[in-house]
């Protein structure tokens, strides 16, 4: 990647674009929101984290066409290439009566607004047969003077597919862009403007349905998109089993011989045999 290709005008036109796009249709509902576009940032989640904490706790989209430093769950990186890749975050000042499944009704939201065939990895990655399309992170800060919490969710999205380091090629699942997947009646999948002024929206309402109502609407719609459903899986503290869905707070279901095992968002990662 060189500077010309980070600071392409016509990628940063097309950003823009769809921000002013998401604009006009949130701000009705979320008024004082403001949509921010930036060319370089190290990550947009740290970026209104530390807002958060510094007390600028407004409602913000905020995209960039380069990350040097994204993450995915449980630290890893997570790399965006300017016109290859969609990275931005959502940051709501939110006060849900508990946290527990906010990753997956967005994940729903997420998957229903892109093409066909998109499933949902619990608890947070977008799959397509079997190859991972991209991801989301949830991070909250605090408020002062007890407010609500900051509730910051991102997400990662492959346009195009992108190569793997080979340190990185046994310990993460084959990649794949929305590039790859069937166009038909879909925007221009490799225009990261358009997704960003489709998906945003989506996030948002995700996120305040959620608020209000908890993860118990979003129940039977995951069930309807869960990749692992019915699948052998293991986790990363050694659990084998059969995935058997989301209780109704976002916890997955494995069944052992031994019984059901709850899995809680963030304990461990799970992945199929």
């Given at each position: 990647?060189?500077?010309?290709?980070?600071?392409?005008?016509?990628?940063?036109?097309?950003?823009?674009?769809?921000?002013?796009?998401?604009?006009?249709?949130?701000?009705?509902?979320?008024?004082?929101?403001?949509?921010?576009?930036?060319?370089?940032?190290?990550?947009?989640?740290?970026?209104?984290?530390?807002?958060?904490?510094?007390?600028?706790?407004?409602?913000?989209?905020?995209?960039?066409?380069?990350?040097?430093?994204?993450?995915?769950?449980?630290?890893?990186?997570?790399?965006?290439?300017?016109?290859?890749?969609?990275?931005?975050?959502?940051?709501?000042?939110?006060?849900?009566?508990?946290?527990?499944?906010?990753?997956?009704?967005?994940g729903v939201a997420v998957?229903?607004?892109?093409?066909?065939?998109?499933r949902l990895k619990w608890?947070?990655?977008?799959?397509?047969?079997?190859?991972?399309?991209?991801?989301?992170?949830?991070?909250?800060?605090?408020?002062?003077?007890?407010?609500?919490?900051?509730?910051?969710?991102?997400?990662?999205?492959?346009?195009?597919?992108?190569?793997?380091?080979?340190?990185?090629?046994?310990?993460?699942?084959?990649?794949?862009?929305?590039?790859?997947?069937?166009?038909?009646?879909?925007?221009?999948?490799?225009?990261?403007?358009?997704?960003?002024?489709?998906?945003?929206?989506?996030?948002?309402?995700?996120?305040?349905?959620?608020?209000?109502?908890?993860?118990?609407?979003?129940?039977?719609?995951?069930?309807?998109?869960?990749?692992?459903?019915?699948?052998?899986?293991?986790?990363?503290?050694?659990?084998?089993?059969?995935?058997?869905?989301?209780?109704?707070?976002?916890?997955?279901?494995?069944?052992?011989?031994?019984?059901?095992?709850?899995?809680?968002?963030?304990?461990?990662?799970?992945?199929?045999?």
């Amino acid at each position: 990647m060189n500077d010309r290709t980070a600071t392409d005008p016509a990628l940063l036109r097309r950003l823009h674009a769809g921000a002013e796009a998401l604009w006009q249709a949130l701000v009705p509902f979320e008024p004082g929101l403001t949509v921010e576009v930036v060319p370089h940032i190290d990550s947009t989640n740290a970026e209104l984290l530390r807002r958060a904490r510094a007390g600028q706790a407004a409602p913000t989209v905020l995209a960039a066409l380069t990350q040097t430093a994204g993450r995915g769950r449980r630290g890893r990186p997570w790399v965006t290439v300017p016109g290859a890749s969609l990275a931005f975050s959502v940051g709501l000042p939110m006060a849900p009566a508990q946290w527990a499944g906010l990753s997956l009704a967005v994940g729903v939201a997420v998957v229903s607004a892109l093409p066909p065939g998109v499933r949902l990895k619990w608890p947070n990655d977008l799959w397509w047969h079997g190859r991972k399309l991209g991801g989301i992170l949830i991070e909250t800060a605090a408020l002062p003077d007890m407010q609500p919490r900051y509730a910051v969710i991102g997400l990662g999205l492959n346009l195009h597919t992108p190569q793997l380091p080979p340190e990185a090629a046994l310990d993460a699942l084959p990649p794949v862009g929305l590039r790859e997947l069937p166009a038909d009646g879909q925007p221009p999948l490799d225009d990261a403007g358009v997704w960003l002024a489709r998906l945003a929206p989506a996030m948002v309402h995700a996120a305040r349905s959620f608020e209000r109502e908890g993860f118990g609407p979003w129940q039977a719609r995951f069930g309807a998109l869960d990749a692992l459903a019915g699948r052998a899986v293991v986790t990363s503290d050694g659990l084998h089993g059969v995935a058997d869905g989301v209780d109704g707070d976002g916890a997955l279901r494995i069944r052992t011989p031994q019984g059901v095992v709850r899995v809680q968002h963030g304990e461990v990662s799970v992945r199929p045999c």
